[in-house]
């Protein structure tokens, strides 16, 4: 199985941009779906988007969309979620999941049968 290592969170201002990435060695051996999540201080987990390798379908929460963008380069083994327009509410841990599947995984699916990686803080500030 693949092994998603993320990267690339911070502190920002409200309206500034970051660009995440998580390494998923092996992801080209077969269809996978990938998928960020945050979870902030005291509440439950957070689906933000997912995308699946077999065609690039895309699944967006509400609250992000027309601000973050997932995107996945194959060749290089990397998934990436540009991230702008943040607002505080923004702010938690980010986690990156990934699984084998045959078939597009909505991002309120249940993934706790993927691989996921450690988790990289972002902060958005006032």
């Known amino acids: 199985q693949v092994q998603p290592v993320e990267s690339g969170g911070g502190s920002v201002q409200g309206g500034g941009s970051l660009r995440l990435s998580c390494s998923v060695s092996?992801?080209?051996?077969?269809?996978?779906?990938v998928g960020w999540f945050r979870q902030a201080p005291g509440k439950a987990r957070e689906g933000v988007v997912s995308?699946?390798?077999?065609?690039?379908?895309?699944d967006y929460a509400d609250s992000v969309k027309g601000r973050f963008a997932i995107s996945i380069d194959s060749a290089r083994n990397t998934v990436y979620l540009e991230m702008n327009s943040l607002k505080p509410e923004d702010t938690g841990m980010y986690y990156c999941?990934?699984?084998?599947?045959?078939?597009?995984?909505?991002?309120?699916?249940?993934?706790?049968?993927?691989?996921w990686g450690q988790g990289t803080q972002v902060t958005v500030s006032s």
């Open positions: 999941a990934a699984r084998p599947s045959r078939l597009a995984c909505p991002v309120s699916d249940n993934w706790y049968s993927s691989t």
């Open positions: 092996g992801i080209r051996s077969s269809r996978h779906c």
């Open positions: 995308s699946w390798t077999g065609n690039g379908a895309t």
